[in-house]
C-alpha cells in the first residue's frame, strides 16, 4: 500500500521559515516525479511546486517562486519543502502528491500570523 | 501560463441525477488533465487522468472527455458520497495550473 506521511507544519510568523517532509513508502520512490499543492481557507486547490524523480528538475508558482525550495532524498524516500519568507497569504494546508495525483499525503496545515 | 476556466462554480443536484462539469484550457493541452474529487478535511482524489481514463478503484460512474482545450466530467446516478467539490488540472506545462473547482450540492 502507497503511503505519503506529512510531516513539518504549524505556525510562523510573517517572515519566517518552516520545512515541511513528505515521507513515501510501498512505491519505488525514485521512480515518481513529485508535487506540493496547497489549500488556502476558502479557497481551491493551487499547484506550488514539482519534481523530478532523479530531482534534476524543478518547478514553482509564481506565487513562490525564490521563496520556496523543492528537493527530495531518494535514499530515505522523502520529499522537502523549505519555504522562507512567508506571508499571511502563505496560509493553507499543503499537500504532497505523486505528480500525476494518484497519491496524496494526509495533509499539514501551515499558518503565517503575528 | 495555462488558465484552466470551470464551470458551472457550484450547483445543485438530487440523488440518481447525472451532473457535467466543463473544463476549458486557455491553449490546448492534448489529454494531459486530470479531474479530482475533494471533500472537507481529506485529501483529494484522483478519478480521472489523461482526460479519459479511470484511475484504479474508481467506480465507472466517473467519466471523462474531451482533448485539446474543452473537457468534460460526467457523474451518473449521484449518490449521497459525491456530493463534494471537484477540480481540473492540466499537466501539459508547467506550471501546473487547477481550475477554480465545482461544488457539488444537495438538492
Known amino acids: 500500500e502507497v503511503q505519503l506521511l506529512q510531516s513539518g507544519g504549524g505556525l510562523v510568523q510573517p517572515g519566517g521559515s518552516l520545512r515541511l517532509s513528505c515521507a513515501a513508502s510501498?512505491?519505488?520512490?525514485?521512480?515518481?516525479?513529485m508535487t506540493w499543492v496547497r489549500q488556502a481557507p476558502g479557497k481551491g486547490l493551487e499547484w506550488v511546486s514539482g519534481?523530478?524523480?532523479?530531482?534534476?528538475?524543478?518547478y514553482y508558482a509564481d506565487s513562490v517562486k525564490g521563496r520556496f525550495t523543492i528537493s527530495r532524498d531518494n535514499s530515505k524516500s522523502t520529499l522537502y519543502l523549505q519555504m522562507n519568507s512567508l506571508r499571511i497569504e502563505d496560509t493553507a494546508m499543503y499537500y504532497c502528491?505523486?505528480?500525476?495525483?494518484?497519491?496524496w499525503g494526509q495533509g499539514t496545515l501551515v499558518t503565517v500570523s503575528s | 501560463d495555462i488558465q484552466m476556466t470551470q464551470s458551472p462554480s457550484s450547483l445543485s443536484a438530487s440523488v440518481g441525477d447525472r451532473v457535467t462539469i466543463t473544463c476549458r484550457a486557455s491553449?490546448?493541452?492534448?489529454?494531459?488533465l486530470a479531474w479530482l474529487q475533494h471533500k472537507p478535511g481529506k485529501a483529494p482524489k484522483s478519478l480521472i487522468y489523461?482526460?479519459?481514463s479511470l484511475q484504479s478503484g474508481v467506480p465507472s460512474k466517473f467519466s471523462g472527455s474531451g482533448s485539446g482545450t474543452e473537457f468534460t466530467l460526467t457523474i451518473t446516478s449521484l449518490q449521497p458520497e459525491d456530493f463534494a467539490t471537484y477540480y481540473c488540472?492540466?499537466?501539459?506545462?508547467?506550471?501546473?495550473?487547477f481550475g477554480g473547482g465545482t461544488k457539488v450540492e444537495i438538492k
Open positions: 489523461g482526460a479519459t
Open positions: 510501498g512505491l519505488i520512490f525514485s521512480s515518481y516525479d
Open positions: 519534481i523530478t524523480g532523479g530531482g534534476s528538475s524543478t
Open positions: 491553449q490546448g493541452i492534448r489529454n494531459y
Open positions: 488540472q492540466q499537466y501539459n506545462t508547467y506550471p501546473r495550473t
Open positions: 502528491a505523486t505528480a500525476r495525483l494518484d497519491f
